[in-house]
C-alpha cells in the first residue's frame, strides 16, 4: 500500500522533500504541511511500516528516543513550554509521529486541548512555507545533530 507517508519518505530520499529538516537514525524529521503551531513536526520511519508495533524491539526503542530528541529540540528552538506526542495513523496507516510544540501565548480554551481541536480552517490557514521555514528547520537540525 502507498500512503501519503510512502510518498513523503520516497521524496526524502530523493532530495526533494522540501520539509525535511534532517536524517534521524529511524528515518526523516519534517515539518508539517501545516505550521499553526510553529515547529509542528513529524518523525517519518524509513523504512516506512504501518504501525509502531510493527518494529522489533530495538528499532522500536530507536524511533521513539528520535521522537523525543525532536521534541527537545523543539523545546530548545522555540521557547515551547511542552511538546505533545502523538501517534495515530488513522487516515494515513503507515507509522509517523506528530511532535507539536505548546505555547503559553496559545488561547487558553486550545492550549489545554489537544492540538486538533483548533479550527481546520486555522489550521489550514498557515501552510508550511520553505522561505519563512528554512532558518527554523536549519535552527532545529542543529540542536538535533547535536543530541545525536
Same mark, same amino acid.
Given at each position: =500500500?502507498?500512503?501519503?507517508?510512502?510518498?513523503?519518505? &520516497?521524496?526524502? *530520499?530523493?532530495?526533494? +522533500?522540501?520539509?525535511?529538516?534532517? #536524517?534521524?537514525?529511524? @528515518?526523516? /524529521?519534517?515539518?508539517?504541511?501545516?505550521?499553526?503551531? #510553529?515547529?509542528? &513536526?513529524?518523525?517519518?520511519?524509513?523504512?516506512?511500516?504501518?504501525?509502531?508495533? /510493527?518494529?522489533?524491539? !530495538?528499532? #522500536? /526503542? *530507536?524511533?521513539?528516543?528520535? =521522537?523525543?530528541?525532536? @521534541?527537545?529540540?523543539?523545546?530548545?528552538?522555540? @521557547? &515551547?513550554?511542552?511538546? +505533545?506526542?502523538?501517534?495515530? @495513523?488513522?487516515?494515513?496507516?503507515?507509522?509517523?509521529?506528530?511532535?507539536?510544540?505548546?505555547? =503559553?501565548? !496559545?488561547?487558553?480554551?486550545? #492550549?489545554?486541548?489537544? %492540538?486538533?481541536?483548533?479550527?481546520?480552517?486555522? $489550521? +489550514?490557514?498557515?501552510?508550511?512555507?520553505? !522561505? $519563512?521555514?528554512? !532558518?527554523? =528547520?536549519? *535552527?532545529?537540525? %542543529? /540542536?538535533? *545533530?547535536?543530541?545525536?
Amino acid at each position: =500500500m502507498s500512503t501519503l507517508i510512502h510518498e513523503r519518505v &520516497a521524496a526524502a *530520499q530523493a532530495g526533494t +522533500n522540501l520539509t525535511v529538516i534532517c #536524517r534521524m537514525p529511524s @528515518g526523516w /524529521a519534517v515539518l508539517c504541511d501545516v505550521q499553526f503551531l #510553529r515547529g509542528y &513536526a513529524l518523525l517519518l520511519p524509513d523504512p516506512v511500516v504501518p504501525d509502531l508495533n /510493527a518494529l522489533d524491539q !530495538e528499532h #522500536r /526503542a *530507536q524511533y521513539l528516543l528520535d =521522537m523525543a530528541t525532536i @521534541g527537545d529540540a523543539l523545546l530548545e528552538v522555540t @521557547g &515551547a513550554f511542552r511538546i +505533545n506526542y502523538e501517534i495515530l @495513523g488513522n487516515l494515513h496507516p503507515a507509522l509517523h509521529a506528530h511532535i507539536i510544540p505548546r505555547y =503559553m501565548t !496559545e488561547p487558553e480554551d486550545l #492550549r489545554t486541548r489537544p %492540538a486538533f481541536f483548533y479550527d481546520k480552517d486555522f $489550521r +489550514n490557514s498557515i501552510k508550511f512555507d520553505y !522561505e $519563512r521555514d528554512k !532558518e527554523l =528547520m536549519k *535552527q532545529i537540525a %542543529a /540542536a538535533i *545533530q547535536a543530541r545525536l
